[in-house]
């Protein structure tokens, strides 16, 4: 009965997580071919791949031995905080890479637009729970992080670390049993990053005046 009633309050954590990208992919993809189209692109892919690596990775641990001596509203307020930490990185990770790429492979460069457009993003996002504390966080790291970007090779080197990383940190599972499954976490995010990846350059047509 406690592991029924912990697994519908992690399916609840979810319920309001930024957009629902589960929905978008279903109902089909659209190709990219301006600003507006980029940014929703890696918002929806971004929480995509948070919300089933985070989910699944829970899911995975409550299945074998977790959580059953945690109180339960305390452990969705985990999931809660884990999620938007993730999130804010996976869309730094994202938009780096999607304008590195577009900048080596199309000749498109719009660096100076990013930090405006993650803000965008961040603030957006505030009417689903992000709060000021973690947009505020974020915003100020991506910020520090965008001198140190090489822009001709980012795409092409790793450019999911520190996603990877932030959903390792910040996963509300055991430390040590966090320590085991460290390789599986890492792989099963990359993995999801190179679906996006896959799908990025089949959906992207170019970047035209509209949704500047």
């Not at 990053?193 to 509209?210: C, M, P, Q, R, T």
Request: aromatic share 14%; hydrophobic share 40%.
């Amino acid at each position: 009965m406690m592991m029924n009633k912990t697994l519908k309050q992690l399916e609840g954590a979810f319920t309001e997580f930024a957009i629902n990208p589960l929905k978008k992919l279903i109902f089909g993809e659209k190709k990219i071919k301006n600003f507006d189209d980029l940014k929703n692109f890696v918002m929806e892919r971004a929480a995509y791949v948070t919300q089933v690596t985070l989910n699944g990775y829970i899911r995975t641990r409550i299945g074998v031995m977790f959580v059953k001596t945690l109180d339960d509203q305390s452990f969705v307020k985990s999931i809660e905080i884990a999620k938007w930490n993730i999130y804010v990185i996976a869309l730094q990770d994202l938009l780096l890479f999607t304008f590195s790429y577009i900048y080596n492979k199309h000749g498109i460069n719009e660096i100076e637009r990013l930090s405006v457009v993650y803000e965008n993003i961040l603030i957006e996002q505030k009417i689903s729970g992000l709060n000021d504390e973690i947009k505020n966080k974020s915003l100020n790291k991506f910020n520090e992080r965008l001198p140190n970007i090489n822009w001709q090779t980012y795409f092409r080197q790793d450019p999911f670390q520190k996603s990877c990383q932030a959903f390792f940190y910040w996963a509300p599972i055991a430390e040590h049993l966090k320590d085991l499954d460290k390789e599986i976490v890492f792989n099963s995010m990359i993995n999801q990053w190179k679906n996006v990846i896959s799908d990025f350059a089949k959906l992207f047509e170019g970047i035209d005046g509209e949704g500047r």
